[in-house]
């Protein structure tokens, strides 16, 4: 009778469930979680580029503003058939171009 009271006495314990993760699962897992570090990146550099890059688009904008205002005041006729005006107005296009990526990927970064 002793022996079945100490039986009883003992109280089984088992181990907490431990739930079965799926090789798909975690990798899906770890590229949702790399996926929002990006997005995370992304923001924090669009807020910090904000200031510096709208200061920066302003003055190539008042730039180019002022460079075709004084030419159309002072009636200067530029002679498009020389290369290196043509290379110039040509860089002068892909720069603003460029800008103007810029500015519409930090605004979507928004």
Do not use: Q, W
């Amino acid at each position: 009778m002793s022996r079945k009271k100490k039986e009883k006495r003992h109280i089984r314990v088992f181990a907490p469930f431990k739930p079965v993760v799926h090789p798909e699962e975690a990798e899906m897992r770890m590229r949702d979680r790399r996926l929002e570090e990006e997005r995370l990146k992304v923001l924090r550099f669009s807020r910090k580029a904000r200031k510096p890059f709208g200061v920066f688009t302003m003055v190539v904008g008042a730039f180019i503003f002022g460079f075709f205002t004084y030419f159309l005041c002072t009636n200067i006729v530029l002679e498009v058939a020389t290369p290196e005006i043509e290379v110039a107005l040509i860089s002068l296009v892909l720069f603003l171009g460029v800008v103007n990526v810029v500015a519409g990927l930090l605004l979507i970064g928004e």
